[in-house]
């Protein structure tokens, strides 16, 4: 990574520049390769220190072995899939161990009863907790993602009025309709337009994959480089300056918008500016830095989860079109029941309504069969604040670190049964209806206290989009495009998903609104 950049600098076309810049930049450039060696011997040096750790505790070095090479090429390995392999080894839990310098030692989880003990019944003696936050910080500051205590309370509670109140579920019914209707939503026509970049949803992304890196390098080595602004760590503060200047630009806009309004205008009910409307603990107005990291953590919390779901829903759906015909013969099976029978309304964009998408049972159980194996959050992270024990039997020293692995508890026979890498919407319904899972099991959306707040609005939205887009199109993956899980904060595609979208015409429908279940 850190060669490629600077290859870059040192192309012709910059020659110029560089030559102006020689004895400065090419200090840089050396100390930067000089970090990338520093950084690969330790590498060298946890893997075979924790080989032996892994070999003393019984644990199979194999996977280890495997992972080598490719954490030397950029960490490009499918590290959730090496989890999971470990974790089915191990009855569901297993302590990885690395040299006493690094903070690679934690314990790693996808064991129900931990899950609960974890999320629920000790919830406070396990926090998200320092190393957690300091690794984070730089993107996520202290907003609600990365905040304990109060700090973490605070938000909540506001954010959790404001989730239920009417105003909101209004505000958020019509902005989706908007969304999927828009130019660039899913209006006959639109999408062979293809879509714009957007260069804040580049950075965010960018961001969140450098900033993971963090928390398999050495704290040591990572601080450095961020110090001396190389690697990942140069890279991480340049997306962070695209977010920021999202987030300013927003913030600015809206503090506008209010200084314009008359009092009794003040209608607007949106979090940013319920936040802008508080004080803080000394009785002062929110700062923009406290304002910028409500903005950046809701936007991760809300818009990337729900859209890389939907990625790796659509994905699915190209690889089972059994389940894709069942989906279809649901939504036209609702449609048909609107008044005026079983025709589709010709000219203007088909809009379902909330009742209908609430009725969409089989999609929901899809959509959470995709969710159970491409979790969009694929493993978190807590401290322990007290000694404790696991309902495993697993021994938890105070200040240990807790890793649960959401994506690997997917891929658990134990859990799901032997057909659990299959993707089985069937297994969510109990006579035609939708059934959920205890959070413990299906820890997609978090679970205890910490439950995802948006749980329900995320679900109405990603039916409403995916049965908007599947109503119209038949969405089709790109023959021999790779798709694998990029190692980030969300579980991004790492080459995006291409697809090909075929208009369907009314014929094909048709077959639907016959279909029998
Ligand atoms: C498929 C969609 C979604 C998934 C899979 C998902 C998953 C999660 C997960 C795993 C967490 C816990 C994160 C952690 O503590 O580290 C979480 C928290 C949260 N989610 Fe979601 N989420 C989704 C959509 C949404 C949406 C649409 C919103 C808002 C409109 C939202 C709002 C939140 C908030 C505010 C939290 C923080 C809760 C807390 O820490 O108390 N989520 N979500």
């Not at 009725?359 to 401290?383: C, F, G, I, N, T």
């Amino acid at each position: 990574m850190n060669i490629n950049s600077t290859n870059m600098t040192l192309s012709p076309s910059s020659s110029g520049y560089l030559a102006r810049n020689f004895l400065s930049h090419g200090l840089l450039v050396l100390l930067d390769i000089q970090i990338i060696e520093l950084f690969m011997a330790v590498i060298v040096f946890v893997t075979i220190h924790s080989l032996r750790q892994q070999k003393r505790q019984g644990l199979p070095v194999w996977p280890f072995l495997g992972m080598l090479p490719s954490l030397l090429v950029g960490l490009q390995v499918d590290m959730y899939e090496w989890i999971s392999s470990v974790l089915c080894r191990q009855n569901g839990t297993f302590v990885f161990k690395g040299p006493w310098f690094t903070n690679l030692n934690c314990v790693v989880t996808s064991d129900p009863r931990n899950l609960e003990h974890l999320l629920k019944t000790k919830f406070p003696n396990f926090p998200k907790g320092e190393y957690f936050r300091n690794t984070v910080q730089d993107l996520l500051g202290n907003g609600i993602f990365n905040a304990d205590d109060e700090i973490w309370q605070r938000q909540r509670k506001t954010a959790s009025i404001e989730f239920h109140s009417a105003k909101f579920r209004n505000l958020t019914t019509e902005s989706l309709l908007e969304l999927v209707h828009s130019p660039f939503g899913v209006d006959p026509g639109c999408l062979s337009l293809g879509l714009p970049e957007i260069p804040f949803a580049q950075a965010f992304e960018a961001a969140t994959e450098a900033t993971v890196t963090r928390f398999v390098t050495p704290t040591l080595i990572w601080k450095a480089m961020r110090h001396l602004n190389l690697g990942t760590e140069k890279k991480l503060k340049e997306s962070i300056k695209g977010v920021d200047q999202f987030a300013d630009e927003v913030i600015r806009t809206r503090k506008k918008e209010l200084s314009l309004q008359s009092e009794d205008k003040k209608q607007r009910s949106d979090l940013l500016t319920i936040f802008m409307g508080l004080k803080d603990e000394r009785g002062q107005p929110f700062s923009d830095k406290f304002l910028r990291d409500i903005c950046v953590n809701f936007i991760l919390a809300g818009r990337d989860t729900s859209s890389v779901a939907l990625s790796w829903f659509f994905w699915l759906l190209n690889r089972n079109p059994a389940v894709e015909e069942r989906i279809l013969a649901e939504i036209c099976g609702i449609v048909g029941e609107r008044e005026g029978g079983n025709k589709r309304e010709n000219e203007s964009p088909l809009i379902f309504r909330p009742e209908e998408v609430k009725k969409m049972a089989y999609l929901q159980a899809a959509l959470s069969e995709a969710l159970r194996l491409y979790p969009s959050v694929p493993v978190d992270h807590k401290e322990v604040v007290e000694d404790d024990v696991f309902p495993d039997g697993t021994v938890l020293k105070k200040g240990t670190k807790v890793v649960y692995a959401i994506y690997a508890m997917g891929r658990m026979e134990g859990i799901w049964g032997k057909d659990c890498r299959e993707f089985k919407p069937e297994r969510w319904l109990r006579d035609g209806r939708f059934m959920s899972e205890s959070a413990y099991k299906f820890t997609a959306f978090n679970g205890g206290p910490r439950l995802c707040l948006g749980k329900d609005f995320a679900y109405y939205q990603m039916k409403f989009a995916a049965a908007s887009i599947l109503y119209r199109y038949h969405v089709k993956v790109v023959e021999n495009h790779p798709v694998i899980p990029k190692l980030a904060l969300t579980m991004y595609m790492k080459y995006g998903l291409k697809v090909k979208l075929y208009r369907r015409d009314q014929l094909e429908l048709q077959k639907f609104f016959n279909f029998k279940h």
